[in-house]
């Protein structure tokens, strides 16, 4: 339970760190740096959730020990991916396929989880 409270308030504050860090590169006019920050707020989000809802299934038993292969790498280079994909997509001004990337995005990283710990 230790990793999920660590997760949850280390997270924020890198996430608000690299926050800061994107506004100084983005300052100048007519950058995307809402919409940067939007899709790493989300990505940001989902990651304090799939860790939550991991250290909630190991502390109450149900998830094996040990971590499968898939697992060890961990969500952000999935998120990295899916970011730019989702980032490139609004960009290019197809903003309801930027967010079904998010969406689908997380119901890939399920199956994915799911087939790593043995569900399929």
């Known amino acids: 339970m230790k990793h999920v409270l660590v997760t949850l308030v280390v997270v924020p504050l890198v996430a608000a760190a690299a926050f800061g860090l994107l506004n100084w590169f983005f300052r100048r006019r007519g950058a995307s740096f809402s919409l940067v920050a939007s899709i790493t707020a989300r990505w940001v989000v989902a990651y304090m959730v799939w860790a939550l809802v991991a250290g909630l299934l190991h502390e109450y ?13 961990g969500l952000a280079p999935f998120a990295l991916v899916a970011g730019v994909v989702q980032y490139r997509l609004a960009r ?4 309801q396929h930027a967010e079904r990337v998010f969406v689908w995005g997380q ?10 710990h043995g569900a399929f």
């Open 61 to 73: 038993g149900l998830a094996p020990d040990g971590r499968p292969a898939l697992t060890k790498w």
């Open 107 to 116: 119901i890939a990283w399920l199956v994915l989880v799911l087939a790593d």
């Open 92 to 95: 290019a001004g197809a903003h």
